[in-house]
């Protein structure tokens, strides 16, 4: 992922959810190792958690969403992200396509 990319992310927890007969009632993102993702505005809505996130800087970054569910558990899910300068390439010629 190019460093300046801003990125969409969603996680359906309602698959699992169905298998235990409960739904999600809360949920946090945070950055559990590494500094390179800014974590921006969330939101759950019918067991779907989703998330803003930009790439701050190069290096690596884990992105957690923990789940909270109705019936007090908690169901984490990991996200890890390799952030890279954007690389641009310029081709010279100096005959111009002659």
Known sequence: MPK???LTLAWDFSNFCSRKATTVSSVTWTQTDGSAM???TDSLDTN???CTLTA??????IVECKATLADSDV???YFKFKI?????EVNSSSDYGQ
């Open 84 to 88: 890279t300068e954007p690389k641009v």
């Open 48 to 50: 779907v958690a989703t």
């Open 56 to 61: 701050a800087q190069t290096g690596n970054s």
């Open 75 to 77: 169901w984490p899910v």
């Open 38 to 40: 800014s974590i921006g």
């Open 4 to 6: 300046g990319a801003i």
